[in-house]
């Protein structure tokens, strides 16, 4: 008994030197007891709820990397994440750099021109393969390794016989 009366000794010293508790009113102990631990139990819980969040993240991280990396060299998909990991990171404090937001920029219209570029690509092979070759001095285009069309005769040609 003597253990257990030393104990609440113990107690009691702890919670005098808090000036919002009765220590003589033992209702009034055992009450800031209850709701001390009680605080203490959802410090606990909120802890292992915000550990289980962040071992949840990086694992999905862990998995988004390694999915999204596969088919780049092992330097190229380091270099790639920790750019992203250091825009997020300027992001999450609110910096944006020039740089980081042209390229996000770029990115939201990378379809659209994509597209354009497919499409000029294609007009000017069908205007190439349409349009007649121009007359020309015998030089190859630029850009091409086929010889220069053959130049009909002109007039003049044709009169000197």
Do not use: C, H
Request: charged share 30%; net charge negative; no cysteine.
């Amino acid at each position: 008994m003597g253990q257990r009366d030393n104990r609440a000794d113990m107690m009691r010293l702890l919670l005098a030197e808090r000036p919002d508790i009765d220590v003589t009113d033992e209702n009034a102990v055992f009450g800031q007891i209850i709701d001390d631990y009680a605080d203490y139990a959802r410090l606990l819980e909120d802890e292992r709820g915000r550990r289980e969040q962040t071992a949840l993240r990086e694992q999905k991280a862990a998995q988004s990397r390694a999915s999204l990396a596969s088919g780049q060299s092992p330097e190229l998909a380091e270099a790639a994440f920790k750019w992203l990991d250091d825009v997020a990171a300027a992001v999450g404090e609110g910096n944006y750099s020039e740089r980081a937001f042209g390229m996000a920029v770029k990115a939201m219209n990378y379809d659209r021109d994509v597209k354009e570029a497919e499409l000029r690509g294609r007009n000017a092979r069908i205007r190439a393969s349409v349009m007649p070759a121009d007359r020309t001095d015998g030089v190859p285009r630029l850009g091409t390794s086929a010889p220069a069309p053959a130049t009909p005769p002109s007039i003049f040609d044709i009169a000197r016989g």
